[in-house]
C-alpha cells in the first residue's frame, strides 16, 4: 500500500458544460492550468450535468493529475450539492436521474453555451437542457441516491446566501448525511465557524469553483492520504487511520 | 384579525393545526431564503414563501410567526406536513402568487 502523501486538491472546478462557465474550460485546457495551479487531484462538477466528466479524465491521463468526475446538483430547494465519484459509471447514472428531473429547454444566447468537448479539443454537441435551473429532487433525496451510487456528498459554498444551505434553509437539518461542507474562496473555515460554531462537527474543505481558468486553484484543501480515490477521502475526512484535512 | 378571518376572506386552504386560528396575525414577511426569514421577520408574522423544505417548520416555530402560507398552490413535504402538525405551526395552501396574497393580506391588516 503506498505511503501516505499529501495532495493538493481543488475538487469544484467547471467545465465549459456550465453555461455560466468560460468556453476556455474545455478538457485539455482545464487539465493543463490545474497542473500549473501544482494540483494533484481535481474534481469537476457542473451545474446538473456530467457529459465532460469522461474527456477531462482522459486529457488527464498520464498527466499525473488525478480527476475525481461529479456534478454540482440544484435540490428543489435551490441548494447547491457537490456529488464526486471514482469513475464515470455511477455518475452517468445519476446523470439520468438528475436529467429526468430537471424541467426546462436551455436558451443559450441569454444563460451561454453548455458545450460537451472532447479530449481533443472537439465539439461533440451541446446540452439542450436548462443547467442553470433546479431539479425537482429533495436534498435529502440527493444525498441518498448518490450515498447509494457510492459517491460522496458535499454541501456547496455554505459560506454563500444564494445557493448555500444555510442562506437557503437557515441551517443544515441534522439528519441529513453530508460528508463535507465547503467554503467558498471568499472566507475558511475558522473564519466561517465564528458565525455557526455548530458546524464544527463537519468536516470542512474549501475548493476554487473555477468558472475560467484562471481561477483554477484559488482555494483548496490539502488531504493528507495514501492515494486519490473516494474511499481515502472520506477517511481524510473523518480523520480516521492517520489520513486528515491538512488545510485548510 | 385572527387566522381563521384571513383563511376565511382570502379563501385559504388549511392543512394542519384548525385549532390555532385564534392567533392574531400582526403583520406578514415573504422570502424563501431562510436566513433572511430568520434575520428579518418578526413574532406574529403571517410567512409567505415557496420553500416547501421541513426547515420552514423549525423557523416559523422558532420566529414565533402566526402561520405559514404556502403560496401558488405549493403542496407542503409529507414530513414538513407532519412536523408542522407536531410543532402546532398552522400551514396553509393557496393558490394565489405570493405578490397577490400578500397584497391581500396587507389590505386586510391596514384596513381593519
Redesign the interface.
Known amino acids: 500500500m503506498p505511503a501516505l502523501k499529501k495532495y493538493r486538491c481543488d475538487l469544484h472546478i467547471h467545465t465549459c458544460l456550465s453555461p455560466c462557465a468560460d468556453l476556455d474550460m474545455y478538457p485539455r485546457a482545464l487539465v493543463a492550468g490545474s497542473i500549473k495551479a501544482g494540483l494533484d487531484v481535481i474534481g469537476i462538477c457542473d451545474h446538473n450535468a456530467a457529459e465532460n466528466a469522461g474527456y477531462v479524465m482522459s486529457a488527464a491521463d498520464g498527466k499525473g493529475l488525478t480527476v475525481l468526475p461529479g456534478m454540482e446538483i440544484t435540490s428543489r430547494?435551490?441548494v447547491h450539492i457537490l456529488s464526486l465519484f471514482e469513475n464515470v459509471e455511477p455518475l452517468y447514472t445519476l446523470q439520468k436521474i438528475v436529467y429526468e428531473a430537471l424541467p426546462g429547454v436551455n436558451d443559450e444566447n441569454v444563460f451561454g453555451c453548455q458545450a460537451i468537448v472532447n479530449e481533443h479539443d472537439e465539439v461533440e454537441g451541446v446540452s439542450e437542457k436548462l443547467l442553470i435551473g433546479s431539479t425537482t429532487l429533495?436534498?435529502e433525496t440527493i444525498v441518498e441516491t448518490v450515498h447509494d451510487l457510492g459517491g460522496i456528498v458535499i454541501a456547496a459554498h455554505v459560506d454563500r446566501?444564494s445557493f448555500g444551505i444555510?442562506?437557503?434553509?437557515?441551517?443544515i437539518?441534522d439528519t441529513l448525511s453530508l460528508d463535507a461542507l465547503e467554503v467558498s474562496y471568499r472566507t475558511n473555515p475558522a473564519e466561517f465557524m465564528k458565525k455557526f460554531p455548530e458546524l464544527s462537527r463537519y468536516p470542512f474543505i474549501t475548493s476554487s469553483d473555477a468558472h475560467r481558468i484562471e481561477d483554477i486553484g484559488r482555494a483548496c484543501t490539502v488531504l493528507e492520504i495514501r492515494q486519490p480515490t473516494i474511499e481515502e477521502c472520506l477517511k481524510a475526512f473523518g480523520g480516521s487511520a492517520g489520513r486528515r484535512i491538512v488545510e485548510p | 384579525m385572527t387566522l381563521a378571518d384571513i383563511a376565511k376572506k382570502l379563501n385559504l386552504r388549511v392543512l394542519c393545526c384548525t385549532d390555532r386560528l385564534d392567533r392574531v396575525v400582526s403583520g406578514g414577511y415573504v422570502g424563501d431564503l431562510l436566513s433572511d426569514v430568520i434575520a428579518n421577520s418578526r413574532a406574529g408574522d403571517i410567512w409567505i414563501t415557496r420553500q416547501s423544505h421541513r426547515n420552514i417548520v423549525a423557523v416559523a416555530s422558532l420566529k414565533e410567526h402566526a402561520a405559514v402560507i404556502l403560496a401558488l398552490g405549493k403542496e407542503p413535504d409529507d414530513e414538513t406536513l407532519e412536523k408542522a402538525t407536531d410543532e402546532g405551526v398552522p400551514l396553509i395552501v393557496t393558490n394565489l402568487s405570493g405578490f397577490e396574497v400578500a397584497g391581500r393580506i396587507y389590505e386586510l391588516l391596514t384596513r381593519s
Do not use: A, D, T
Not at chain 1, 444555510?166 to 441551517?171: A, D, P, T, V
Open positions: 430547494e435551490e429533495s436534498l446566501e444555510i442562506g437557503q434553509l437557515g441551517f437539518p
